[in-house]
């Protein structure tokens, strides 16, 4: 998994709330189980017409936000059902940070596991942010991670909160295989042992 060290881009304003993963990522489109590919169809039914023509005033079709890294939102972002390729799609489309009020808890979690950083803050924050993502190509936010702060196009800062181990695991690269993986000498001492202890196991 990508490390996520600092960010800077350009942040893009979605103030809604109760954006759930079928809005993220429509069901017919979670088929595959590649990581890559879902993207271009992130937030498929607000970014397209029926005959697949953009829709020109949603965010992400807008000039200034096509490359955003970043995504302010409203409440309860990631609600809904419980799937992994919202994640997947907004990775794939660039988005490597979401700053929100709150989310869904199985949304948040998996996040963390797709090397996206979700940050939750005071709603008035959000609002500021949303307020300075509104600036269109001007919006560059910075959000650092070892310090825990997200600095405006303006140079203002705000702190926010993050379990110490999420924030390990981000800053490493590190999803449930790549923590695994850190264990390797343990399980190849543990399974040699065994082969001699319980032959039988291994016949």
Same mark, same amino acid.
């Given at each position: 998994?990508?490390? =996520? ?37 992130? =937030? ?120 110490? =181990? ?38």
């Amino acid at each position: 998994m990508e490390k =996520f060290t600092v960010l800077s881009g350009v942040a893009a304003p979605l103030p809604m709330i109760n954006i759930d993963t079928d809005m993220i990522i429509p069901k017919q489109f979670l088929k595959t189980i590649k990581r890559t590919g879902l993207g271009k169809h992130l =937030f498929d039914e607000m970014r397209y017409t029926p005959d697949g023509g953009e829709i020109a005033d949603f965010v992400l079709n807008k000039p200034a936000y096509r490359g955003a890294k970043i995504l302010v939102a409203g409440e309860n972002f990631g609600c809904g059902s419980s799937r992994e390729h919202a994640p997947w799609a907004l990775a794939d489309f660039g988005i490597r940070c979401i700053i929100a009020p709150s989310f869904a808890d199985i949304f948040y979690n998996n996040c963390f596991k797709n090397g996206i950083l979700p940050i939750k803050l005071p709603k008035e924050q959000v609002d500021l942010l949303l307020d300075d993502a509104s600036r269109g190509s001007n919006a560059v936010v910075t959000v650092d991670l070892e310090n825990q702060t997200i600095t405006g196009p303006d140079g203002g800062s705000i702190t926010f909160e993050l379990d110490p =181990f999420r924030k390990h695991c981000l800053l490493n690269g590190l999803d449930d295989i790549g923590l695994t993986l850190q264990q390797v000498g343990t399980i190849d001492s543990f399974e040699a042992k065994r082969r001699v202890e319980q032959p039988w196991l291994a016949a």
